[in-house]
């Protein structure tokens, strides 16, 4: 992005992180007496990550910042932007206690960020301009959501959870983001999750016309703004609340703009989603996090990234891959984290789910997570959390 200063500014380095558990969809699926099928083709999904009594989207998104700390160190950071809407608290951001956990500086500001499953764009947009404003500094970017609905509903098989963080920065790394974007925001009550709710509210069908018609408003506006031709994007990354969403919608753009689509062309960014379910605001990061991990040769190739939350906002980004990205990949560590995700029985997941509670009554979890840091119960009505004394996730793949 092109600052006051003329400044390139974009993502520097990027990691993952996710649930404890893993729920297979064709035990669900079982479960539901439902053809398998339906799942894996019809919705574009295999499984989905779930976190441990210990672990919130606090835990799983300090995870995922933590190698990006002991990789880059914490010179520079002075903003924390945590997006959310799994957000267990209605003051204090999920930021500051990351902050916390992660070891930051004080001289930081730390803020939660929400608007559905667009808040990490939204993050990422911010940083973007924090950056551009003084070059010296870098912003911390914390997606991190549990995607869950009630149990039963037909949206049930789409749940999921993650967390993607991630560094902007002057001459990053890794992708280069260009300063012209598309925007598309309308007032729609596809999904929403009232305060007195742990799962959320969604009218499934409105929700699919609702995405396409923000893929669509957002191409609009970026083709009004001198935007790119459909054969300048050399990769498109969408939001994933199950993966045929994204193969729907860029359907609808392909016939909107008249270009010729190759369907497998989207099934390496698909590869984490598949394995995790919906991951909210880290969805289309992890999309990315797939992508560079995968895909052949990116050097030098132009992303599309469309991010979509209900309610609802779109908007779709464009970035350049930097010579040299491969170097900061670690190959298998995603793969290898999302093999170690313990397996959870129908029964216990059903246990689980139930159980779950945004109440503040004091309480202690039980010690289950294997990652490096743990929610570790509530007391005087505030959460307590915990560093485990684990490594990254990136130590335990070894
Ligand atoms: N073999 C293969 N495919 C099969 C099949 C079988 N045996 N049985 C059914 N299918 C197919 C259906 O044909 C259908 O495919 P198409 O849509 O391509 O026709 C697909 O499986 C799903 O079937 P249904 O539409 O009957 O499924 P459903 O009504 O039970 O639920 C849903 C689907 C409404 C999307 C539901 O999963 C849901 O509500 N999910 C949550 C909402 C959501 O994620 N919306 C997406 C946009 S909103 C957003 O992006 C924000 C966010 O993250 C939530």
């Known amino acids: 992005m092109s600052g006051g200063a003329g400044v390139r500014v974009g993502i ?67 903003t924390v932007l945590f997006a959310t809407e799994s957000g267990v608290d209605q003051s204090k951001s999920a930021a500051v206690v990351a902050h916390g956990l992660l070891g930051l500086p004080s001289t930081a500001r730390a803020v939660e960020l929400k608007q559905a499953c667009y808040g990490g764009t939204a993050a990422l947009v911010a940083a973007l301009g924090i950056v551009a404003r003084d070059p010296r500094e870098r912003v911390l970017v914390i997606a991190s959501d549990v995607a869950r609905y009630d149990l039963d509903s037909a949206a049930e098989p789409t749940q999921g959870a993650g967390a993607v963080a991630f560094l902007v920065a002057a001459d990053p790394d890794l992708i280069e983001i260009e300063p012209a974007s598309g925007l598309f925001s309308a007032d729609v009550d596809d999904f929403w999750r009232p305060n007195d709710r742990s799962t959320a509210l969604v009218d499934g069908r409105l929700s699919v016309t609702a995405y396409v018609d923000a893929l669509l408003g957002s191409w609009d506006d970026l083709a009004e703004r001198g935007g790119i031709a459909p054969a300048d994007i050399d990769r498109w990354l969408h939001h994933q609340p199950f993966t045929k969403m994204a193969l729907k919608a860029h ?138 004394g684990v490594g990254t996730s990136e130590d335990a793949i070894g």
């Open 12 to 78: 520097h380095d990027l990691a993952v992180a996710t649930g404890h558990h893993v729920l297979d969809l064709d035990d669900l699926a079982a479960r539901n007496g439902v053809d398998p099928a339906k799942y894996h083709v019809g919705l574009g999904q295999d499984a989905f990550s779930m976190p441990a009594a210990d672990e919130d989207i606090v835990t799983m998104g300090a995870a995922a910042a933590l190698p990006l700390i002991e990789r880059h160190g914490t010179d520079g950071i002075r």
């Open 251 to 388: 359907r609808a753009w392909s016939k909107h703009v008249g270009a010729e689509f190759d369907e497998t062309e989207l099934a390496t960014g698909f590869t984490y989603n598949r394995r995790t379910g919906n991951s909210y605001t880290a969805s289309v990061f992890l999309a990315l996090a797939a992508l560079l991990d995968l895909d052949d040769d990116l050097e030098g190739r132009r992303l599309a990234l469309f991010s979509y939350g209900s309610g609802s906002v779109g908007e779709l980004l464009t970035g350049i891959v930097k010579p040299g990205y491969r170097a900061l990949r670690r190959a298998g560590q995603v793969a290898g984290l999302l093999d170690a995700r313990v397996p959870i029985s129908v029964d216990d997941y059903r246990e689980l789910h139930a159980a779950t509670t945004t109440t503040s009554e004091a309480r202690q979890n039980p010690e289950v997570t294997t990652g490096p840091f743990r929610f570790v119960g509530v007391e005087a009505g505030a959460r307590r959390y915990a560093r485990t």
